[in-house]
């Protein structure tokens, strides 16, 4: 997208050849700096890891004429665009819808599913050779073309020094991917994401021995940021949860990936009143065991959890690898299908305290951790429907082969409040999520 900069604040956008006309109201003459309104507001001090250092302010320093309100995606993208280096609010307004113009208007001439199933069925295609090699004019090819121009509509790039805020308890994104990418000080609020649903996941036939369709997009990724604060949002699949999607070659056409990914040597993070819900693999810290991954990543990944509802989950809240994670105060509720809750990956060092659980008849303590790979792990505080647990005892003695260590070896320090996990059910209730913020 170009944009360009006019007078009495009407930008003008080029997409997809069309110029559109968007109206960017500055609304910031009503809420000077000093204001502590939800516009203006920064992260308190010693609340999580993005407090860090020097803490996270997002735009609460913008002045009157990079404050935006937008009720669109299209005035949305182009708000972030304008302005260059300059702090920016963005408030959105209502349901910004991000898939555009649906999945048919993304393909490029050519494509077709129906081609692409014949052409790698296993019966013919096997399971050994992947379809990464294929030719651009290939049934693959494309699909990752068709891929690539609902990649460029749904993605939003987030400049540093940036607030992004809902207004009022209906604002949020469908179909949106937020790109937190190589920045600093951002700060997202009072927003419900419904998850993007990619239009051409990928066949992989080597995932695993059945093979598996992979899908992009996340709601959220911060990718290399520093000061990142995510608060009083809402994460759901919405109208679209897994349990709709069908299958081919005998594997769910898997059209989502995660709610918010944490990766890229991304540090100082901070997600706080949240709601996650409805989703399989939901949020990952860190995204790779490999050498390459491990020299951006470790020593980095600091995050922290608190006050947040995660309800009717598969897994990964987080999965967590090299990261330094503090998560307290959470509520955490199985539904059907659940695997588990934390994911104890390469190097981490995750600290899990005073949360609250609730697990139906028939699922185990033992499978609220997960081990991945050796890492010494905090769990300490804890209760499981009610009674106080020792997490990392229970999946000792539950889960045969998989012996977890005791101990992070770090000690929290960036907390603000530490409610007692008896209470954590009903505080995170009433205020959690999207539409509560005060």
Known sequence: MRTQRCHGRVMRALVGGTVLALALTGTASAHPAHHTGPDRQVLPARDGWAAYGTGTTGGAAADPAHVYTVTTWEQFKAALADGGSAPRIVRVKGTLDADGPGCDAFAVPGYDFAEYLRTYDPAVWGRTRTLDAEPDDSPEGLRRASAARQDAFIKAAVPADTTIVGIGRDAGFKGASLQIKGVDNVIVRNLTFESPLDCFPQWDPTDTADGNWNSEYDSAVVHGSTHVWIDHDTFTDGDHPDSTLPSYYGRIHQRHDGELDVVKGADYVTASWNVFEDHDKTILIGNSDSAATAAVDRGHLKVTFHHNLFRNLVERAPRVRFGQVDSYNNHFVAGDGYSYTYGIGLESRLVAEHNAF???????????????????????????????????????????????????????????????PQAIPGIVGRHAGAGHLR
Do not use: F, I, Y
């Open 358 to 420: 609730t697990l139906p008849d028939g699922v185990r303590a033992g499978s609220v951790l997960k081990k991945w790979k050796d890492a010494p792990v905090t769990a300490a505080g804890n209760h499981v429907n009610g009674r106080p647990v020792d997490l990392v005892a229970v999946h000792n003695a539950q889960v045969p082969g998989e012996t977890l260590r005791s101990g992070a070896g770090w000690t929290p320090e960036l907390r603000t409040r530490v409610d007692r």
